[in-house]
């Protein structure tokens, strides 16, 4: 912060002079007809919030003439933040937590697709003991929560023994952090696992479990088949359905125009959310909108992971400049179909980079995808629209009456807030700065097998 802000003990003040996206902030504003903004490019509203009791009791946008309210409540303290950027809490809705913070004893040498899958099977071989699974995912969530997340989802690895240990692993932690973090688990298989028994079974586990259907559809003969037979697993057990597909830069795979197809032809009544859907971005003008206007009838939402994606794909041709890692985010976003950035994996062989930071998703979304200003609608592809598809009453916007959980950045404007790294934020928890901080990689050293000198 450039200036430390103080705030009271009991939790009852005024924040003062907020910058804050008005599409994230849930009040009716009735500005002069000759009311002039600064900077409108920036999509940045000036508000001033009461909060109390660890909720939101009143927010006024300056300018509405309600400002004098404000004098009169001599007794409640003031916070003047000078035009601070807030915004709501983060929601990180695709990640690989099992997976975490391996890239120190698995790394990935050549930095493909099939090289990440390679590595993460020979760790899984090598690393079966829960409590390596317990540190590396809890020490992922205690970076998400210090940098300001409510609520994360998670692809875990459900084949097998090791499926059964990793959901049970995630299912203490989703105990122990409950009072932090919302979590949920989607179990993640090759899709031809459903056409088996043990898919069956594991559906019947996501119904006791509190999970969900997912996994990875690749293109191909059977994928109807097994498409159908998901549908059906999870229409019968009122289960959401998350699937990775067409992670890759092949104009051919189009999975996800199948997994529209087929959630309309059987009149599919869950969520389906997926995930990735690069070669969208290398097909023809035709073969886009015929898919988008498919997943817009099925209402499924999409989620760009273009962080990971831009490290694996693309590797065919090393020598030059390729396409890789982004869908056709302004197409989905202009035809109103749910948009979300998160942050998929973090330190592992598919990317050895990321911190489980909502912002840094956002940042480099904002540049991987050419997200032009206005920047607030870009805002809510980290928490307000991820919020409501997990069904997060009360997260990803301001409004009264709802949890005073936010996030106060330095930065006063967009262009401060992705130039500079924002690592002095304050984080508010139910009204109250956190001021916690990432854990140092060195807690992970002894799990890792590394000595003292890190070797």
């Known amino acids: 912060m450039s200036s430390p802000l103080a705030f009271p003990s009991d939790g009852h003040y005024w924040l003062k002079n907020a910058h804050i996206p008005p599409n994230l902030v849930k009040i009716q ?27 939101i009791k009143n927010i006024i946008a300056v300018g509405q003439g309600e400002e004098s309210d404000l004098v009169t409540h001599d007794d409640v303290p003031r916070v003047d933040l000078s035009k601070r950027m807030i915004l709501p809490c983060f929601v990180d809705m695709h990640t690989h937590l099992d997976k975490g913070h391996i890239w120190g004893r698995s790394p990935n040498g050549d930095g493909t697709f099939a090289g990440a899958i390679a590595s993460t099977q020979r760790d899984a071989a090598n690393h079966q003991q829960p409590e390596d699974v317990y540190r590396r995912m809890e020490f992922g969530l205690r970076c998400s929560y210090a940098h300001g997340t409510v609520a994360v989802r998670t692809h875990l690895e459900s ?11 995630f299912r203490q932690l989703r105990q122990t952090w409950a009072d932090r973090l919302t979590l949920q688990g989607v179990a993640m298989v090759i899709t031809d696992y459903y056409l088996t028994p043990e898919g069956e079974k594991l559906a019947d586990q996501m119904t006791e479990w ?17 498409l ?28 996800l125009h199948q997994v529209a197809a087929i959630a309309l032809k059987i009149g599919f009544t869950g969520q389906i959310v997926c995930g990735h859907c690069c070669s969208l971005d290398v097909q023809s003008p035709q073969q886009v909108q015929q898919t988008l206007d498919l997943v817009k009838q099925a209402n499924i939402a999409i989620i760009s992971l273009p962080l990971c994606n831009l490290y694996l794909q693309g590797r065919d041709r090393p020598q030059e400049p ?18 979300v950035f998160a942050s998929d994996n973090c330190r ?28 607030g609608r870009w805002c809510a592809t980290v928490n307000h629209t991820p919020a409501q598809l997990m069904g997060l009453a009360g997260h990803g916007c301001l409004a009264v009456d709802v949890p005073a959980d936010f996030v106060i950045f330095p930065a006063r ?11 002095d934020r304050l984080v508010m928890r139910r009204g109250k700065p956190t001021h916690h901080r990432p854990p140092e990689y060195q ?9 003292a000198m890190g070797s």
Request: charged letters at 20%; a negative charge; glycine letters at 12%.
């Open 413 to 423: 404007y967009f262009s401060e807030l992705f130039s500079r790294s924002q690592g």
């Open 29 to 55: 504003v009735n500005f002069p007809e000759n009311c002039q903004f600064p900077r409108p490019w920036e999509d940045l509203g000036l508000y001033h919030l009461e909060i109390a009791d660890g909720k």
């Open 322 to 339: 390729a396409w890789r890692g982004i869908t056709k985010v302004h197409g989905i976003q202009a035809q109103g179909i749910p948009l």
């Open 210 to 226: 509190g999970g969900i259907l997912g996994g990875v559809a690749y293109a191909g003969p059977q994928v109807e088949a097994q």
């Open 348 to 375: 592992d062989p598919f990317f050895p980079f990321g911190d489980h930071d909502g912002l840094e998703v956002l940042n480099q979304s904002v540049r991987i995808g050419q997200l032009d200003p206005p920047y």
């Open 159 to 169: 084949a097998g023994q090791r499926g059964q240990m990793v959901w049970e692993v």
């Open 443 to 451: 807690e992970l050293d002894n799990l890792m097998g590394f000595g």
């Open 228 to 255: 159908t037979r998901l549908f059906s697993l999870a229409q019968a057990r009122n289960l959401a359905i998350d699937l990775h597909v067409d992670e890759n830069g092949d104009r051919r795979s189009r999975v």
